[in-house]
């Protein structure tokens, strides 16, 4: 999946284009991985609720503030995305999920989301399904 969000953090639920992946693989019992091929974009499960996403990004911000970029050791390198970096790392890299009678066997309220902490670039994610 490829991923090109128009501002610098983002949270996108893909869990219906991850489901549609599955039941285009025909697996039926097996497992499915996701995960963020950037060190700056992460991959998790939580609840799509519009404040959740809030706290979240506000929660990251107070970890790891954007500005003032020159507090990064890492933007000496001449970048701008430090936090970005960090954020990454607390949300996490991948997921993986049970494929159940070739459904996604997520609980009630999880919903599979793309973190994006230093987008308007293109960013991809590898989805891998295992079964049979
Ligand atoms: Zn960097």
């Known amino acids: 999946m490829s991923f ?26 097996g497992l499915c991985l996701v995960n963020a091929m950037h060190i700056t974009a992460s991959v998790y499960i939580n609840d799509d609720e519009s404040g959740l996403l809030s706290d979240y990004d506000r929660w990251l911000e107070k970890l790891a503030p954007h500005e003032p970029v020159s507090d990064y050791e890492h ?12 954020k990454r790392q607390i949300m996490g890299r991948e997921v993986v999920v049970a494929i159940t009678k070739n459904c996604l066997d997520l609980g009630p ?24």
């Open 109 to 132: 309220w999880e919903q599979i989301f793309y973190g994006e902490f230093d987008g308007r670039r293109k960013k991809r994610v590898l989805v891998k399904i295992l079964g049979e």
């Open 4 to 29: 090109q969000t128009k501002t610098r953090r983002a949270y996108v639920n893909i869990t219906s284009q991850i489901e549609n992946y599955v039941k285009e693989s025909g697996v039926q019992e």
């Open 75 to 86: 933007n000496r390198t001449g970048e701008d995305n430090g936090d970005a970096h960090l």
